[in-house]
């Protein structure tokens, strides 16, 4: 077996483990469901594209399919402690706060290519205000284009507590082929960005207005 396919093992074995201690060591502290397209997105690649509210965000991917999956993560979390053994361990991809490394775009789409999924989460940070998204930076929806993978959006309204039952919303996996083969302008990124975008707020809708619904119906 080559190294690459050995190391490829040793994280398909590692996520494994994980998604083996969720139901028993996580679930039952942080509750939550998932709601939406629920199967298994096993059959090629994809990018999980989602806004960000609690470090517990990486779970909903993680247990939406049986592939290891490649975090993008600011390169801060590498740098000490338990999250650099973590983010390690995961094979996570270190990027600039700003969201501008070449490198990492680079890693992701060699990702990609091999037939692994990667996460990403535009806005950059946890969003701590009272706004729905943080300005989002770019480079999800150039990944997606350049290497020809759909996009599965994610959304959650309030970020998972303690004992508190949180929901997440799975949309449709879409791709944008209009632009594929094509070389990228700025301005054709720029309305990728504003399509990806877009998405991500009609879904946040849609989970308000299940929740809503949900609401009324214990009343």
Not at 85 to 108: H, Q, W, Y
Request: hydrophobic share 40%.
């Amino acid at each position: 077996m080559s190294k690459e396919k050995q190391k490829l093992s040793k994280l398909y074995k590692w996520f494994r483990t994980l998604r083996r201690a969720e139901p028993i060591f996580y679930r039952p502290f942080f509750p939550y469901k998932m709601l939406g397209v629920t199967k298994p997105f096993d059959d090629r690649s994809y990018i999980f594209v989602g806004n960000h509210l609690s470090i517990l965000d990486v779970v909903f991917p993680a247990v939406s399919t049986h592939r290891p999956l490649h975090y993008m993560a600011k390169k801060s979390l590498f740098e000490k402690g338990l999250m650099k053994k973590f983010v390690t361990k995961c094979e996570c991809i270190p990027v600039n706060r700003d969201g501008s490394d070449v490198r990492a775009v680079m890693l992701a789409m060699k990702y990609l290519k091999e037939g692994e999924h990667v996460v990403i989460f535009p806005e950059g940070t946890r969003n701590k205000s009272e706004d729905r998204f943080l300005p989002f930076k770019s480079g999800a929806a150039a990944i997606a284009v350049k290497t020809q993978t759909p996009i599965v959006p994610m959304v959650q309204i309030k970020k998972i507590r303690f004992l508190k039952r949180a929901h997440v919303l799975f949309g449709e996996p879409f791709e944008f082929t209009e632009f594929y083969g094509k070389r990228l302008t700025e301005e054709d990124v720029l309305v990728c960005d504003e399509i990806l975008k877009q998405k991500l707020s009609d879904l946040y809708d849609r989970l308000v207005e299940i929740r809503t619904k949900k609401g009324k119906k214990k009343k």
